[in-house]
């Protein structure tokens, strides 16, 4: 959790979706004392920003041809 801490005065709220990663959700919120909240299954507009920057990932790095060489 150390690793969070330079970022505890900018973060203020954090959303995800409901993925096992998230499991620890308390501590990385307790850790940056910012509250934590889950988008709803399948309403991937919760998390716009998120969704976003995938895409704009995915415009460089396509899923297709990419990790299967």
Known sequence: MA???PFEN?????KSDNGREFA???EVAS?????F??????SS??????????GLIRQYF???GFYNH
């Open 37 to 42: 909240y889950f988008a709803h299954p399948y």
């Open 62 to 64: 396509p899923k297709q």
């Open 3 to 5: 690793l969070l801490k």
């Open 10 to 14: 900018r973060v203020l709220t954090i």
């Open 45 to 54: 507009w919760e998390r716009g920003t998120n969704e976003n920057t995938n």
């Open 24 to 26: 620890g959700h308390k």
């Open 31 to 35: 850790a940056v004392n910012a509250d």
